[in-house]
């Protein structure tokens, strides 16, 4: 009798034990520095993004949250490695349109982006601006603008980072609610895009504004429109699209982060309020309106929502317009 009552005692003092670990180590994460795979390259407006709310997300969590950079094939890249990655919260990935929503539309991904990953938070929106040569364009208006681009169907360029990017998807989107009808011009990068839009080469763009803000205030190009249902914090003076007749169209780059598939409720939990108090900090919100972002956050459960929402929006738009890979 005394052997049961000592072995009982015994085991469960190891379960107490064994219990006890588990609210311990909860409390303890992160007890080491947090990696944070940025998909595209160094010096992007992503990238930038990035690092801004990682800085303040370090601070936050008393751990580093270092950015590693693993671009190819449109964001691909990187974020498969992230979806290999072990899920105790050590490894993250920077979401963007790119590798969650419009690349599975466009062709094949070596991860599922719904099955793959948890979402955590939104972090910020990159608006798009309608921007044009104005000795190419000579327009002041969105609707001196689709009447000039009708009056030449097919000879009006327009440029973007390359395909399936968020400008060549606003514009493809535009030519579809607008009527119009455009040409796509890809560029494998936005310093010859900038060159040739102030030159006159390729006069029309549906840039991010951080891509364009230094012609913009040199006064080299000439802004229609943001793309997004408010005005931009980086661009007041700027209309909507809305405000100038063109309803029931809104496009926009946002980013987010987001942990592999079976990463502890509870690191979601605790990475996704420190996310939102970060994003929430008037220093990073100062820091993102400067290079042209909007902050933006919001719950897993809210991102998850929106994933769904974009990836059936985009595969619409992207069959409606005909985008192809090849």
């Given at each position: 009798m005394r052997q049961s009552i000592r072995g009982l005692v015994a085991a469960l003092?190891?379960?107490a034990a064994v219990a006890?670990?588990?609210p311990a180590s909860a409390q303890a994460y992160p007890d080491r520095a947090i990696k944070l795979i940025m998909p595209f390259g160094a010096g992007s407006a992503s990238d930038s993004i990035a690092r801004i709310v990682a800085d303040g997300l370090s601070a936050r969590l008393g751990q580093r949250v270092?950015?590693?950079?693993?671009?190819?094939?449109?964001?691909?890249?990187?974020?498969?490695?992230?979806?290999?990655?072990?899920?105790?919260?050590?490894?993250?990935v920077f979401a963007a349109p790119g590798p969650f929503v419009v690349n599975r539309t466009l062709g094949g991904l070596p991860y599922d982006p719904e099955k793959d990953f948890e979402p955590i938070s939104t972090v910020a929106k990159l608006v798009n601006v309608l921007v044009v040569n104005p000795d190419k364009i000579p327009v002041k208006t969105v609707a001196e603008f689709i009447a000039f681009v009708k009056s030449k169907p097919g000879q009006i360029n327009y440029s973007s980072v390359g395909l399936g990017s968020s400008q060549h998807l606003a514009a493809a989107y535009f030519d579809i609610v607008a009527g119009t009808?455009?040409?796509?011009?890809?560029?494998?990068?936005?310093?010859?895009l900038a060159i040739d839009l102030v030159s006159g080469e390729v006069p029309v763009s549906f840039q991010l504004i951080p891509n364009v803000s230094s012609q913009l205030a040199a006064g080299q190009i000439r802004a229609l429109a943001v793309t997004t249902k408010a005005r931009s914090k980086a661009l007041p003076?700027?209309?909507?699209?809305?405000?100038?007749?063109?309803?029931?169209y809104e496009s926009y780059a946002w980013f987010g982060i987001a942990a592999p598939k079976g990463t502890p409720q509870a690191v979601i939990d605790r990475l996704n309020k420190e996310i939102v108090a970060t994003v929430a900090d008037p220093a990073v919100q100062k820091r993102l309106i400067e290079i042209g972002v909007e902050p933006d956050s919001s719950?897993?459960?809210e991102f998850k929502?929106?994933?769904?929402?974009?990836?059936?929006?985009?595969?619409?738009?992207?069959?409606?317009?005909?985008?192809?890979l090849n």
């Open positions: 003092a190891a379960f006890g670990v588990q270092v950015v590693e950079n693993r671009p190819g094939a449109g964001g691909n890249t990187g974020t498969a490695a992230a979806a290999k990655a072990a899920p105790d919260g050590y490894t993250l009808q455009m040409s796509h011009v890809p560029y494998p990068s936005g310093s010859q003076n700027v209309p909507t699209m809305a405000e100038q007749g063109v309803q029931d719950t897993p459960a929502a929106f994933l769904a929402e974009e990836s059936t929006k985009w595969a619409g738009i992207i069959a409606k317009a005909g985008i192809k």
